[in-house]
């Protein structure tokens, strides 16, 4: 049963004939019939990528990319032996051809294989930064204007920071272990972003920033790894966020064991008593200071300004010694009053 018109319904389709809105003159047949539907327009629909590249999330990247940097910069010092800081920058996702359009081609590009992961990644250091690594490594000064150069690497100078982008595969190789053992190496280098073709150009990637300043220079460094490698580890990242960066340091350990070798001094403290400085202006050999403490009574070991022991006066090898009692946790002088020094 076809439906019928409403009034409203019937006035509205006069004013569309009266105005050109609808042919009259037309005989198409708009009625429904079933199974003659026109064929509609098919969209293609990704559900990988339904939220947009923009909106692509990874729990817990940040904490990586902070193990990341620190490592850059303990690597960095050592290479170039002066102090560089390096400081995440933040991160963002997109597709990968438009990235590389935003690349002025100045800076160096090192290709990255992450095996077993499933695609490699991009380690891009700006131009400014590129150029200050040439010029420190062959010994020459960042103070110049030589900086500036508008120009790309050349041969020699792209060999010249071959190194250092080999000390930042290692160091992602070491941010990466606690989630996964990755082979982290330098495959080539690159100064025209076109010949950079990691995966698909519509592939999704993620850019992570970081700065770098050197004296006083500072440029940029960026991590690009695909989507494609990071999503094996999303689960491990969420469940395994904590741990990382934990794993004690060669250099925390080579300074925790050159602490216990060094040499502390150490104060026997007997007593201590008040004087108005009349009465310490008067003090003339063979005078006696009253010190109103027992010769039993226990006294402190005093280490940097801070009581640590109380111990019992005796002697040894007919010497005068010290027993250790007992731990002074709180700090407080538990074995005497005060601060007559007698050192050993």
């Known amino acids: 049963m076809e439906r019928i018109l409403s009034k409203d319904e019937i006035s509205e ?27 509609r327009e098919v969209r293609r629909l990704d559900l990988t990528r339904a939220q947009g590249m923009g909106n692509w999330r990874m729990p817990n990247l940040d904490i990586l990319l902070e193990n990341f940097a620190r490592h850059l910069s303990i690597s960095f010092t050592n290479r170039l032996q ?3 800081a390096v400081k995440p920058a933040g991160s963002k996702s997109m597709d990968f051809e438009p990235y590389l359009q935003r690349l002025s081609g100045k800076g160096s590009i090192g290709i990255v294989g992450l095996d077993p992961l499933k695609a490699p990644g991009l380690l891009i250091f700006d131009g400014q930064l590129s150029f200050a690594l040439v010029e420190i490594l062959l010994g020459g000064s960042i103070d110049s204007q030589l900086l500036s150069l508008d120009r790309t690497l050349t041969a020699i100078e792209k060999n010249v920071i071959r ?24 495959a080539q280098i690159e100064t025209n972003p076109r010949l950079v073709n990691i995966v698909a150009p519509d592939a999704g990637i993620v850019i992570a920033e970081f700065g770098v300043s050197v004296d006083n220079l500072s440029g940029s460094l960026s991590l690009v790894i695909p989507h494609a490698s990071l999503e094996p580890l999303r689960d491990k990242l969420r469940d395994r966020a904590m741990p990382l960066g934990r794993k004690e340091s060669r250099w925390s350990m080579q ?13 026997a403290r007997l ?40 111990a019992k006066v005796g002697t040894r090898n007919r010497k005068k010694a010290v027993k250790i009692r ?10 005497s009053n005060g601060s007559t020094d007698v050192k050993y």
């Open 163 to 186: 190194g250092v982008l080999s000390d930042c595969c290692s160091d992602l190789q070491k941010a990466l272990q606690p989630l996964i053992e990755v082979q982290a190496t330098l």
């Open 13 to 39: 389709l006069l004013a569309a004939v009266k105005h050109g809105e609808i042919d009259p003159e037309s005989h198409e047949d708009r009625s429904y019939q079933p199974g003659a539907a026109k064929p």
């Open 326 to 335: 007992e731990r002074i946790i709180d700090g407080t002088d538990k074995g």
């Open 271 to 310: 007593a201590s008593i008040s004087l108005k400085v009349r009465d310490i202006l008067n003090l003339k050999e063979g005078d006696i200071i009253d010190l109103d403490v027992g010769p039993e009574e226990p006294i402190s070991i005093v280490i940097g300004d801070l009581p640590k022991f109380s």
């Open 82 to 84: 002066r102090y560089v």
């Open 255 to 267: 300074v925790r064991e050159d602490l216990k070798s060094m040499e502390l001094e150490c104060v």
